[in-house]
Structure formats: C-alpha cells, structure tokens
C-alpha cells in the first residue's frame, strides 16, 4: 500500500543517520532527503544537506542504502528546491548544475524520483517565462530521461511576502500551467503534489488527485489554514502570510479522509511524505520531533 515518510528539512541539526535511525523509531516507512548544496541557501526549510551528491559516487551510495537497510527505512526521493529560472544568471547556473548532480545521485542510489520546484521569473507573467522554461528544462529533463530518473514538481507557488511579490518563484501552480508543462516537458515530469497549496488559492484539494493520477510522483501531506477573517480584511490580492497558515496534518483545512480515498481509488501505491512547516513545533528539537510524532499518528489512520 502506501508509504509514509517525511521531508527532512525539518530536521536541519541532525546527520543523515541520525534522521533515519528517528524515522525508524516513530515508524515512518521512508523519507524524502533534502540535498542542497552546503551552506547555500537561508530560506526557511531551504539549504538543508542531509545527503551531499555535489560530489556523491558509489562508496557514498553503499553507505547511504546500508544506512537505510540497517533501520529498514527507505529513500521517497532526493529533494532539491531551488529556483532555477531566477533571474539571477550566476545563480541560476549553479542552482542547474546542482540539480543535475542531485538527479545523477537519485540514479546511483536506485532510486526513481527528485523532487523539485519548476521555478520562475516572479516579475513575468506566464507567457513571458515559458521561453526560458522551456531553454532551461528541455536539457534536464533529457539527462533524468537517459537515467530513468522522474521530476517530481511540488505545486506550491513560493509566494508567501514581498519577497516572491508579485507572482511567486514557482510557476507549477495550477493544473492549466501543469497541462502546459506535461505537454511541452513530456511525461518524465509529474507532480510532487501537495493539497495545503490549493487551500490557500481557493481551489478544490481533492480533484487533481483523480485529474492527473498517472502524474502523482511523489505526495507531500501539509495542511493548511485558511483565516476567513483575515482575508475579509485584507482581501485576495494581499501577500498570503497575511491570511493563511500552515499546520500539521489534521489541524488545518485539508479533508484527509477525501483525500486518502480519492488517492487509493486511484491505485497509487508510493510515498506520502509529512512536510512539517507548522511554526508552533519549531521551538526546538524535540518539538520538530513531536510535530514528526503526532503527523505520524494521523495519518497512520489513512494508511494501511
């Protein structure tokens, strides 16, 4: 059936080992492990290398799968979220080159998923970027093919302050943009789809599970709260920090039980990965811990 994991940037403190030997004790079945370059980014969840494939070769990947045999927990994906369509040419160059270093370690290890965003020009509008897009992804998509690697695209549209004003860093945000991507990028790219995004842009949750069920890569479980109140008064076109929140699974607006039974009508049988972003369980250590804990509980109703 399915595989509960977890997302382990929550986790920024600890060893890859160490993650693994947690995920094992609170009975998570896998994990999707972040793989960012060292010390290369400062956004929240962002920067975390638990797996560093800069530089990965086959010693590594021993290690690494004897690790996870050790504790009998397996690897989701290798994650890496950058922007890659920054406008920044410099960093958008050494954010591709790593990406392909991330999926070239995805092959090594046997494994058949990275996760990813898209990225965008957040100053363009749709049209203006797919130019680019296209220019950038074409050849990365390429090189996962010949490795029998998938992209999985989470769905969020890295919108949240001023910072990603006016339109985001992630142009895979709805599904006319995916149909967009999937018809130009072919089916190497799927989703990595996670349901709190939708909320949060007044958009059905449920519905793109059965819409795009042979898309589903790789799932991340996030919820998310809406504030009514808040957006009455500050209305749709403020920054949504200024009205949305997010929560650990069951403790926000996402309908789980709809969720888990649209997902298993439609026979996918991978990874559903707790992406814990709540800041409530951020204080310290053991309340990342807890937060793992008590999305684990939850959700281990849904899945067998």
Known sequence: MLQLGFTTAILPDLSFEEVVRHAAEIGFDCIEVMCWPPGKSKRRYAGITHIDTSAFNDDDASRVKSICEEHGVSISALGYYPNVLTPDGEESAATIAHLKTVIDATSKLGLSTT???????????????????LEVWRPLVAHAESLGVRIGIENC???????EWPSGKNIA????IWDRLFDDLGP????????SHMIFQHMNEITPITDYADRLYHMHAKDVRLDKRA???????ANPNDYHT???????????????????????RGPVCVEVEDRAYEGSLEDRLSALRQSYNFLKQFIA
Do not use: C, Q
């Open 115 to 133: 996760t990813t965003f898209i990225g965008r020009d957040w100053t363009k509008n749709v049209d203006d970027n797919w130019p680019r897009l």
């Open 157 to 163: 549209p890295m919108f949240f302050t001023n910072d």
């Open 173 to 176: 945000h709805s599904p006319a």
């Open 188 to 195: 190497t790219v799927g989703l990595n789809y996670d349901p």
């Open 231 to 237: 957006l009455d008064r500050v209305g749709i076109l």
């Open 246 to 268: 997010p929560k650990l699974p069951g403790m926000g607006d996402v309908r789980w039980g709809e969720f888990f039974s649209a997902l298993t009508d439609t026979g996918y």
